[in-house]
T-cell receptor, first 111, second 117 residues
Framework: QKEVEQNSGPLSVPEGAIASLNCTYS??????FFWYRQYSGKSPELIMS????GDKEDGRFTAQLNKASQYVSLLIRDSQPSDSATYLC???????????FGKGTTLSVSS | GAGVSQSPRYKVAKRGQDVALRCDPI?????LFWYQQALGQGPEFLTY????????KSGLPSDRFFAERPEGSVSTLKIQRTQQEDSAVYLC???????????????FGEGSRLTVL
């Protein structure tokens, strides 16, 4: 069974701090990795994608991928209360297959 | 509109009723996906279309669930003889990349929230 694991949280950080979200996946042949943000009652929206080992930065967000360890992470710098949401890790298994999602980590940023 | 459109946004059904949920993807998007999201869970894959071809339906939980996309655009997810465990948000997503979701971003609709009494 292909699985994507995330700590459900909640992860609580003060405003301005760095939030670190982690994800592990079971299928070694996974090729693409995504972080989606989902506000309560809303649909998921893509915030980061990463396909190769290393770091990828976009504004306050940094995605990190380590395929050998089957580990993906998302760092949010200078966390804001508006970052409070559930963050979903999603993994792609290859062409013609669907993304597999984790259960999500709830982040709470306090002002 | 420019995004993925789903209807109805909310549906209440009595147990045993049939329901139909509609998804209108972003114009030109070849790939279309249906996911089921229970409260407090991540989206669970149901089925995937490339144009009008249903390439993967391995996630459909039972033969009461049926999806179609006859003209390669609008898709309908039908649930027959609904049960309480079918209560969830049904998310539709589309993608421009024809090779599958491994390289393309999925654009999600707002979802259809189904409550079965």
């Amino acid at each position: 069974q292909k699985e994507v694991e995330q700590n459900s949280g909640p992860l609580s950080v003060p405003e301005g701090a760095i939030a670190s979200l982690n994800c592990t996946y079971s299928d070694r042949v996974s090729q693409s990795f995504f972080w989606y943000r989902q506000y309560s009652g809303k649909s998921p929206e893509l915030i980061m994608s990463i396909y190769s080992n290393g770091d990828k930065e976009d504004g306050r967000f940094t995605a990190q991928l380590n395929k050998a360890s089957q580990y993906v992470s998302l760092l949010i710098r200078d966390s804001q209360p508006s970052d409070s949401a559930t963050y979903l890790c999603a993994v792609g298994q290859g062409a013609g297959t669907a993304l597999i999602f984790g259960k999500g980590t709830t982040l709470s940023v306090s002002s | 509109g420019a995004g993925v459109s789903q209807s109805p946004r909310y549906k209440v059904a009595k147990r045993g009723q049939d329901v139909a949920l509609r998804c209108d993807p972003i114009s030109g998007h070849v790939s279309l996906f249906w996911y089921q999201q229970a409260l407090g869970q991540g989206p669970e894959f149901l089925t995937y279309f490339q144009n009008e071809a249903q390439l993967d339906k391995s996630g459909l939980p039972s033969d009461r669930f049926f999806a179609e996309r006859p003209e390669g655009s609008v898709s309908t997810l039908k649930i027959q003889r609904t049960q309480q465990e079918d209560s969830a948000v049904y998310l539709c997503a589309s993608s421009l990349v024809t090779g599958g979701p491994d390289t393309g971003e999925l654009f999600f609709g707002e979802g259809s929230r189904l409550t079965v009494l």
